[in-house]
């Protein structure tokens, strides 16, 4: 399996999964763009588009950083040609990019629900609608192409609402956008399929949310980066329309031991962090 040769668009790739995929990615020699609004070094949050791309460099990739806000049509769309002319065509869309705020509602102000909306659900649809009749044309070209959404399975239970309704909304909507493309852009080759983590995940995000003691319980971005490979080669006319795990994907290509992936080795299975929006009937490997 190889992304060799492939471009990669991957919103929001300055830090965490999304380096990770993209990392993966250069390995193999992947064109990888960094699409993401962090260009100087952020005070809490480590990475900026430009230490992304010489990570990607020094994997074996090529790398574009480009200065993008997701939620901004202009930079986005700007950022999709600026694409297409260095590279060549677009074959695989990451929508990584995504807010989070696990507040109830009356804490949950309108500022922090557009931000969570405009990026996670309105990103993701407008990184599709931007990038598709690139990913059409290289399905025609090359026989494949991939859209990747780091979105839930839609889970409906209330669970998963209750304590964080405009996030969990946000969320979804990236996932419906996975529903929706898997099935309309069917017939022109192009994959749409979400992947989302069993375990926290251990990033800086996670740490502002959780803090220590769940960076502690959580697995390394690297899980959902080999997934996502795993994902990204399967063919595109015949893998679609998935709402994956990471560990589900790996457990079916013979991965039988996750302890590779936790953040603090040694850490037992049975105390890792479980993630929001599991379905209940997960299959167990421990």
């Not at 260009?39 to 990607?56: F, K, M, V």
């Not at 419906?176 to 979400?194: H, P, Q, V, Y």
């Not at 039988?256 to 209940?280: I, M, W």
């Given at each position: 399996?190889?992304?060799?040769?492939?471009?990669?668009?991957?919103?929001?790739?300055?830090?965490g999964?999304?380096?990770?995929?993209?990392?993966?990615?250069?390995?193999?020699?992947?064109?990888?763009?960094?699409?993401?609004?962090?260009?100087?070094?952020?005070?809490?949050?480590?990475?900026?588009?430009?230490?992304?791309?010489?990570?990607?460099?020094?994997a074996g990739?090529?790398?574009l950083?480009?200065?993008?806000?997701?939620?901004?049509?202009?930079?986005?769309?700007?950022?999709?040609?600026?694409?297409?002319?260095?590279?060549?065509?677009?074959?695989?869309?990451?929508?990584?990019?995504?807010?989070i705020?696990?507040?109830?509602?009356?804490?949950?102000?309108?500022?922090?629900?557009?931000?969570?909306?405009?990026i996670?659900?309105?990103?993701t649809?407008?990184?599709?609608?931007y990038?598709?009749?690139?990913?059409?044309?290289?399905?025609?070209?090359?026989?494949?192409?991939?859209?990747?959404?780091?979105?839930?399975?839609?889970?409906?239970?209330?669970?998963?609402?209750?304590?964080?309704?405009?996030?969990?909304?946000?969320?979804?909507?990236?996932?419906?956008?996975?529903?929706?493309?898997?099935?309309?852009?069917?017939?022109?080759?192009?994959?749409?399929?979400?992947?989302?983590?069993?375990?926290?995940?251990?990033?800086?995000?996670?740490r502002?949310?959780?803090?220590?003691?769940?960076?502690r319980?959580?697995?390394?971005?690297?899980?959902?980066?080999?997934a996502?490979?795993?994902?990204?080669?399967?063919?595109?006319?015949e893998?679609?329309?998935?709402?994956?795990?990471?560990?589900?994907?790996?457990?079916?290509?013979?991965?039988?031991?996750?302890?590779?992936?936790?953040?603090?080795?040694?850490?037992?299975?049975?105390?890792?962090?479980?993630?929001?929006?599991?379905?209940?009937d997960?299959?167990?490997?421990?």
């Amino acid at each position: 399996m190889s992304l060799k040769g492939k471009t990669l668009f991957i919103t929001g790739g300055s830090r965490g999964i999304g380096l990770a995929i993209a990392v993966r990615a250069a390995r193999d020699g992947a064109n990888v763009v960094v699409a993401a609004k962090t260009g100087e070094p952020h005070a809490r949050l480590p990475g900026t588009i430009y230490s992304a791309a010489e990570d990607i460099e020094k994997a074996g990739g090529k790398a574009l950083p480009i200065l993008c806000d997701l939620r901004d049509e202009t930079q986005l769309a700007a950022a999709v040609e600026q694409t297409v002319a260095t590279f060549g065509g677009i074959d695989i869309l990451v929508n990584n990019a995504s807010a989070i705020s696990l507040t109830g509602t009356l804490i949950t102000d309108m500022k922090k629900y557009d931000l969570m909306n405009g990026i996670n659900a309105r990103g993701t649809y407008m990184a599709g609608r931007y990038c598709i009749p690139h990913l059409k044309k290289a399905a025609q070209n090359h026989g494949s192409a991939h859209i990747l959404t780091l979105s839930p399975p839609l889970a409906m239970d209330k669970k998963w609402f209750a304590p964080h309704v405009a996030y969990s909304m946000a969320k979804y909507g990236m996932s419906l956008c996975t529903l929706g493309w898997a099935e309309e852009f069917r017939k022109d080759g192009i994959a749409a399929n979400s992947l989302w983590p069993r375990t926290a995940i251990a990033t800086a995000a996670i740490r502002l949310v959780g803090g220590d003691a769940v960076m502690r319980a959580s697995r390394t971005p690297e899980i959902m980066a080999d997934a996502a490979h795993v994902i990204l080669n399967k063919p595109s006319r015949e893998f679609s329309g998935h709402f994956c795990i990471d560990d589900v994907v790996l457990h079916e290509t013979g991965v039988r031991d996750f302890s590779q992936y936790a953040a603090v080795p040694g850490t037992p299975e049975k105390n890792l962090a479980p993630d929001f929006f599991l379905p209940d009937d997960l299959p167990q490997f421990h």
